[in-house]
């Protein structure tokens, strides 16, 4: 009896189940009604500023360390190109320029990620699990020891995660809810060491010029950084099997 009870949950927040009944799942958590209570009429309103509906919205974010920001871009699923909807400060993250390694090392990851799961009963208040340890963090970590259970969430203190306040992730989370119901699969997020403009990017390789694991994941996300900026459409990422990322 206890398993089927911590296993009950489960079923509602998984992204990847039947898109239709998503939110209306999501909002048997008190949580998750509260932040709709709070939240949804913001939401509409800057989703209609946009012409975005809810029934067609698909995200993309990108969090950036330096500057503590995470950005939410949106567009409608007919659409190719994404435009910046909000900026989302972040209260606090640990560690310094660089990827996560290894467990208890207190940094948050950079690379190429998703969502994974929304969490309406988190410690602090809600969260969204982001899919440490990637392909890349398998190769280039330390294997049996790279850690997990890192999320973007609520509250102001970080241990390798992304604090948003409990303001901030209430209004985040009700964004990526409606992107699931509205049928997207799977919600991007690229975390940078900072916003790799090239006077940034060439200050990070000098200052770090003979670390080869920072230098070459920086060389990636420069390459992602710069494509989205061009053209406003999520790259697409391969995991190579050296740990690099093919960026098209």
Known sequence: MRLLILLFPMLFINPVMDSDSFREKQMNFTRVREAYSLKEKLVDKTLSGHSIPRDSLRIYLRAFKAEKTIELWAKNQRDTAFILLKEFPICDLSGFEGPKRRYRDLQVPEGFYHISKLNPYSKYYLSMEINYP??????????????????????????????????KIRELYVYCIEAYNSGQQEIGLTIYPARLSDQNYAELISDYKKDKDRVSLWADLKESYDLFDRTRIQPQVTFLSDGTHKVE
Do not use: E, F
Not at 139 to 149: D, M, S, T
Not at 153 to 161: L, R, V
């Open 134 to 167: 990637n392909a890349s963090d398998s190769i280039r970590g330390v294997h049996g020891h790279l850690g997990n259970q890192i999320y973007i969430h609520g509250s102001c203190i970080s241990s390798g995660c992304l604090a948003i306040t409990d303001d």
